[in-house]
T-cell receptor
Framework: GQQVMQIPQYQHVQEGEDFTTYCNSSTTLSNIQWYKQRPGGHPVFLIQLVKSGEVKKQKRLTFQFGEAKKNSSLHITATQTTDVGTYFCAGPPLYGQNFVFGPGTRLSVLP | AAGVIQSPRHLIKEKRETATLKCYPIPRHDTVYWYQQGPGQDPQFLISFYEKMQSDKGSIPDRFSAQQFSDYHSELNMSSLELGDSALYFC???????????????FGEGSWLTVV
């Protein structure tokens, strides 16, 4: 079945440093979605990418969807302590409805 | 804006007992998903319903069952509880997009189940 991988699993950065997490699916995705989960919280929707090669920005966050629609990345510029949490990518396969989550990247930001 | 409502927020049960979790999706959302998230793990898909019919099934144990009612709320029933069932259970909902953009899933705050 469909598998989604994310790297790195953990990332510790100093406040102000940049951070990138990569998401790879074993199958072509119809779209990719990114979620952020704070410790003790629930996943919160960040963004959805649909088109091949699409790039979207939210303030310091830049999201990219690969040309083959099988990989994606999230880049945070100049991290802040409020960026702490686990970032999940998720997406349904091209034919199907089931969302499969990646294992997440846990980001910690040291002040 | 209305969000996905889950109840109860916390539940403690003993082994072999039964537990029921409830989920009220965002109004006009026609699809409900259930996820299980163990400590330090990513959400694992259990089951989903579209228009009150089971639409997809993931790693849901046979001891668990779920359904979606006419008012679109959903219930997850868990029987013969085991210690390993202790987890955060998320319900999520989405509105089917018949275009190419697909669905966006919105999560509830989760129900903490502790089996002792």
């Amino acid at each position: 079945g469909q598998q989604v991988m994310q790297i790195p699993q953990y990332q510790h950065v100093q406040e102000g440093e940049d951070f990138t997490t990569y998401c790879n699916s074993s199958t072509t995705l119809s779209n990719i979605q990114w979620y952020k989960q704070r410790p003790g919280g629930h996943p919160v929707f960040l963004i959805q990418l649909v088109k091949s090669g699409e790039v979207k920005k939210q303030k310091r966050l830049t999201f990219q969807f690969g040309e083959a629609k099988k990989n994606s990345s999230l880049h945070i510029t100049a991290t802040q302590t409020t960026d702490v949490g686990t970032y999940f990518c998720a997406g349904p396969p091209l034919y199907g409805q089931n969302f499969v989550f990646g294992p997440g990247t846990r980001l910690s930001v040291l002040p | 804006a209305a969000g996905v409502i889950q109840s109860p927020r916390h539940l403690i049960k003993e082994k072999r007992e039964t537990a029921t979790l409830k989920c009220y999706p965002i109004p006009r959302h026609d699809t409900v998903y259930w996820y299980q998230q163990g400590p330090g793990q990513d959400p694992q898909f259990l089951i989903s319903f579209y228009e009150k019919m089971q639409s997809d099934k993931g790693s849901i144990p046979d001891r668990f069952s779920a359904q979606q009612f006419s008012d679109y709320h959903s219930e997850l029933n868990m029987s013969s509880l085991e210690l390993g069932d202790s987890a955060l259970y998320f319900c999520a909902s989405s509105a089917t997009d018949r275009g190419i953009s697909g669905n966006t899933i919105y999560f509830g705050e989760g129900s903490w189940l502790t089996v002792v």
